[in-house]
């Protein structure tokens, strides 16, 4: 059974940084796409960034630039750095596993980013 568990959420103030961690349980962690999502309050999930096997990496128009995703397969952890934050970030962030088309997602952790 794969299991994610987010962390390294909390509140932080406009122009801070927060480290998300998300740490992937089960097999075959270095062969899967890895990806954050987030959702607000009344808004959809969406795509926050994602990293392939290969390491390729893409962002949302709105984080790149001060995000950053990063993954450890020793560690079978994937990573988010988030600079320069904004109130529009705030939003519960969601790890998500892809491996052989079946998507796995954690909890979630909440980010609030005050003005």
């Known amino acids: 059974q794969v299991q994610l568990v987010e962390s390294g959420g909390g509140l932080v103030q406009a122009g801070g940084s927060l480290r998300l961690s998300c740490v992937a349980s089960?097999?075959?962690?270095?062969?899967?796409?890895m990806g954050w999502y987030r959702q607000a309050p009344g808004k959809q999930r969406e795509l926050v960034a994602a990293i392939t096997s290969g390491g390729s990496t893409n962002y949302a128009d709105s984080v790149e630039g001060r995000f950053t995703i990063s993954r450890d397969n020793a560690r079978n952890t994937v990573y988010l750095q988030m600079n320069s934050l904004k109130p529009e970030d705030t939003a519960v962030y969601y790890c998500?596993?892809?491996?052989?088309?079946?998507?796995?997602w954690g909890q979630g952790t909440q980010v609030t980013v005050s003005s």
């Open positions: 089960g097999s075959f962690f270095s062969r899967a796409t």
């Open positions: 998500k596993r892809t491996v052989w088309g079946k998507d796995y």
